[in-house]
């Protein structure tokens, strides 16, 4: 085994940040107390949460009233869908959403399906974006909701969420976007982008695990989650994570203040590992070479399988993820890469390496030297290479 | 979630790359499914000289071939037909359950491959080649067969 250690599945989790640790800490020692409670350790700790509440806001471009706190981000998505299907259901049932959507979004929309909703599901192109116009003609007089995340988490595309928004306003169509894994990444603003509702998770832009938030604009209304005492403005009841959501705010406050900076240096060390593999034969990059998230460098490599080059990348200390259907627990490979048009049998040999600020040079140098030799290595032992070169198919 | 041995196979794999005198080749899989695998024999009077594999799949796809080949090694043609997707599995000290039809395709991979040469001897198999058995969802989705 390696003593080498490198971590390029940042799209999977992060680690915390040190300003993320550091801001938790008192919440979890002195400021203790029950935000609810009157006396002084509880007004210790609402206060932490309320100024939590507008650093997430001002994060985004909101108003901290817009802001709810959750478990994660894929409760901030059932939340947003469920709710505004109940919220909307006399207007219409019908919902717009894209093929790549993380699972958290197609299957709570499989779950409307079985309660009577109807889904209509954009097509993604070659790298992952959508037509717009195929946007506005899918909108029909019962169209309650437009949900399409704001980047891919295995491709790394970014969509022209904006736009959309544009047209969903212009339509009286309430619009969603599942920004987990955007948020800390790249920048964004709610009011200039035309979103109603936004859903964030901590553990991507390197705060705690188990918090999220879901951004709802003034005006739009959406069903209690739950019920109970009474907290996040009635709309989610539950004694609230304090520790957790005041890390989450201190590492999206460092992550978006640090966001051009880390964004060019990041983009920068991913455009290295992209030219490194784009000299591989029979391989290609997965997602839009340019308009995509800075931190996320996804391929396929024809007649090796994934999760074989995972597990040969964790022997040489390199974490990694992919697509393929063996790294899961179903039999087929990822719904979004198969929707960009990659057949079965070349979605199988997805690699993704996702990057963050504290990835180094030396990082990047060391999988650019140790994931070549590994491709090699799989391809010698495939009976589908040896086909491949003898140009059988 | 793996076992220590099904690394070992991974990593190491045993018997693996074509056998350039081999006198029987089986291939079993789909590259839709993510697995194929394509075994290699030399069988001299009925017992199985040498034997390897080439296996494009899985972690568990390929340390079950590498397995299944070990465990076949030496033996008879007879013994190596007994040979069954849970003892593979065994010597492996275990399979996740949703990699169970790797250990399946091993099987029919050593299968494949002695029927192979019952047909270059000009002999009917004496035993069925069990096609897909089901084990897989793309397969079964799709309508495609093994």
Redesign the interface.
């Known amino acids: 085994m390696s003593t080498k250690f490198v971590y390029a599945d940042n799209a999977a989790t992060t680690a915390m940040s040190a300003a993320a640790v550091e801001a938790m800490r008192p919440y979890m020692t002195e400021n203790y107390g029950n935000p609810s409670s009157l006396y002084s350790v509880g007004r210790r700790a609402r206060r932490g949460l309320d100024e939590a509440r507008a650093k997430v806001a001002a994060a985004i471009g909101a108003e901290p009233d817009e802001i709810y706190f959750t478990g994660c981000g894929t409760e901030s998505d059932n939340w947003a869908l469920k709710g505004i299907a109940e919220a909307k259901a006399k207007k219409g049932k019908h919902i717009i959403t894209s093929s790549i959507e993380h699972h958290a979004i197609t299957h709570t929309l499989d779950y409307l399906k079985r309660k009577g909703y109807e889904v209509t599901y954009l097509k993604a192109d070659s790298n992952g974006g959508i037509d717009l116009e195929e946007l506005k003609s899918a909108i029909r007089e019962d169209t309650i909701l437009i949900t399409v995340m704001m980047a891919n988490n295995e491709i790394g595309t970014i969509l022209p969420v904006k736009e959309i928004g544009a047209i969903a306003r212009e339509h009286g169509i309430t619009f969603h976007t599942d920004a987990v894994q955007a948020a800390g990444h790249i920048p964004i603003d709610v009011k200039d982008m035309n979103i109603d509702l936004l859903s964030i998770s901590a553990h991507k832009f390197h705060g705690p695990k188990g918090v999220g938030a879901l951004y709802i604009r003034r005006g739009v209304r959406v069903p209690q989650l739950l019920h109970g005492g009474g907290q996040e403005r009635n709309q989610r009841s539950g004694t609230e994570n304090v520790p957790g959501i005041v890390a989450m705010a201190a590492a999206l406050e460092e992550a978006v203040k640090n966001l051009e900076e880390n964004g060019k240096r990041v983009s920068a060390m991913r455009d290295r590992l992209i030219a490194a593999f784009k000299d591989i034969p029979y391989s290609r990059l997965t997602g839009d070479p340019v308009n995509r998230l800075p931190g996320i460098a996804s391929f396929v490599f024809e007649c090796v399988e994934g999760e074989s080059l995972v597990l040969s990348l964790d022997a040489k200390g390199i974490c990694a993820s992919s697509g393929s259907a063996c790294s899961s627990a179903s039999l087929d490979p990822s719904h979004v890469l198969l929707a960009i048009g990659l057949p079965h049998e070349v979605a199988h040999g997805s690699l993704r390496l996702s990057i963050t600020d504290t990835t180094t040079d030396e990082d990047i140098d060391y999988i650019i030297e140790t994931l070549p030799p590994i491709v090699e290595r799989l391809r010698g032992m495939s009976p589908l290479w040896e086909d491949r070169l003898n140009g059988r198919f | 979630m793996?076992s220590e041995k099904v690394?070992d196979h991974?990593?190491n794999?045993r018997n693996?790359?074509e056998l350039p005198d081999a006198n029987a080749i089986g291939?079993v899989g789909n590259?839709?499914?993510?697995?194929?695998?394509?075994i290699y024999m030399r069988i001299e009077d009925g017992i199985i000289e040498k034997v390897s594999?080439?296996?494009?799949?899985?972690?568990?796809?390929?340390a079950t071939s590498s397995m299944a080949t070990e465990l076949v090694k030496g033996k008879s043609v007879e013994e190596a037909l007994k040979l069954t997707n849970q003892a593979v599995a065994e010597a492996l000290d275990g399979l996740p359950p949703?990699?169970l039809?790797c250990s399946v395709l091993a099987e029919e991979g050593i299968r494949a491959c002695i029927a192979d040469y019952y047909k270059r001897n000009g002999i009917e198999p004496p035993f069925e080649i069990e096609s897909c058995t089901g084990h897989?969802?793309?397969c079964a989705?799709?309508g495609t067969e093994h």
């Open positions: 793996y690394m991974f990593t794999p693996v790359g291939q590259p839709v499914c993510g697995d194929i695998m394509k594999f080439k296996t494009f799949g899985c972690g568990a796809a390929i949703q990699k039809h897989c969802e793309t989705k799709n």
